[in-house]
């Protein structure tokens, strides 16, 4: 076997927030192990994470071979596919599938200036990655940014679609009998039409969905491992249903995430965001009473309507909570001004707003009672690993599937419910009275107790000896030679 420092590994992440964040932690646990990594991002990203590069303390690399390399792309996208862009999902798809021969010529030259590339590892949902790494004469791995079920959805799509289970009809979302079938068939899981992906039902599947699900879906004979940025142990029965079908090189190797009490030394080691969070809310937290406080962040993409955004705001103003949440400018579609004002002004004594925000710092703050989230998988896996139970506000791509997984799966947290179909959200009084229940009340308690047990999953498998730091030490023994 040869020495790591021989080879290197090629890192291709979709460029959004939710995807390069995770790949560029997985890069660091692979420089952790004795690996050259380079990590080869858009134009427009590259030149914001080239800042952080740049620094004296550098928060990303810390003092390991980490690489950066960047391609270029129509669309620039600084900050990561967001809200921005959400209308141009056609042209930023499009935009991606051109990079084809680009990247096949940028790692083509990237193996031949050195060391070797021994695997070039893209995210599943990169449209061209994996083929041009085929060009290049490269070897290929899948790094999946969400969990294992949706994983195993994703790639049981041409079953779903032969059993007229996708697209879920738009009557379910009214018809009972069609929203609770129940689709058992997926090795390891049994779910109910509602929890398939929301980019799986009627309408926004067929835009363009159904076929790039099924041109992602040939991807799998290209690569020889899949890298799942989830826990074993939150997942057992699906990684192990997933590993007899699709082989023993289908494993976890999360959370990826600087995370204390791991076991690893991540000394230096900072959150990595593609925006500028706003530090000052740490200080504030700091005045807090331990467990006091609800933390409110829908995610880098998600938006809301300014109805939506009434009902939250005057159900956690009537909970009497302290609470700290993140909104993003044009995060809310045609925001009533007075009302925010107003909204502001009325609860400034016990809430902090802010445009982005330290998350995982927030989230391993004593005074952090809760989460209310989008249920986006990063989040989600942020706040498992930190021990912060959640309330759930799924609104788009997997986010219902991740929902049904953590906070009804592991009894970790409570969804909203849905009034009013795709677009509607659970009135103030339900919001003022699941608050009050997750932080101050019996409930609270029970989740804050089952999502500690869970913190305690992930810390094992991250450290040394744990089930992803050994399959994450397996894959790159696999490539010395």
Known sequence: MGSLSKFQVVLIPVPAQGHV?????????????????????????????????KSEDNPVSNGHDIRLESISMD??????????????????????????????????RIDRDGPRVACVVSDFY????????????????????????????EFHVPKLLEMG????????????????????YIPGMEIRSQDIPVFMHDGEFQKNGEEL??????????????????????????????????????VPVGPLFPLKGEGIDSTGLQEVNLRTPDESCLPWLDKRDRGSVLYVSFGSISFMTAKQFEEIALGLEASKVSFLWVIRSNSVLGMDEEF????????????????????????????????LTHCGWNSMLESLACGVPMLGWPSMFEQNTNAKLVLEGEGVGVAFSRSGGKDGFAPREEVEEKVRAIMEGEQGRRLKARAMEIRELAVKAASPGGSSHTNLKKFVESLAW
């Open 75 to 108: 669309l620039r996208v600084p900050n990561g596919f967001d809200e921005k862009n959400f209308d141009a999902q056609a042209a930023f798809c499009e935009a991606i599938f051109r990079m084809e021969d680009p990247l096949a010529e940028l790692l083509s």
């Open 21 to 53: 964040v995770p790949i560029i932690y997985l890069a660091r646990k692979l420089a952790l192990l004795g690996v050259t990594v380079t990590i080869i991002n858009v134009d427009s990203i590259h030149e914001t994470l080239q800042q952080s590069w």
């Open 126 to 153: 990169h449209l061209s990655a994996p083929h041009a790494a085929k060009k290049a004469g490269l070897a290929g791995a899948s790094f999946w940014p969400g969990n294992a079920a949706w994983a195993a959805i």
């Open 165 to 184: 289970d996708v697209p879920v009809k738009g009557e379910a979302l009214i018809d009972l009998e069609v929203y609770e079938k129940l689709i058992s």
């Open 213 to 250: 699900s099924l041109y992602r879906s040939k991807r799998i004979a290209l690569d020889s491992w899949f890298l799942i940025n989830s826990v074993h142990d939150i997942e057992p029965r699906i990684f192990e249903a997933m590993r007899e079908g699709f082989g023993e090189n289908f």
């Open 340 to 371: 925010y004002k107003g909204f502001v002004s009325r609860t400034g004594g016990r809430g902090l707003f802010v445009r982005w925000a330290p998350q995982l710092e927030i989230l391993q703050h004593e005074s952090t009672g809760a989460f």
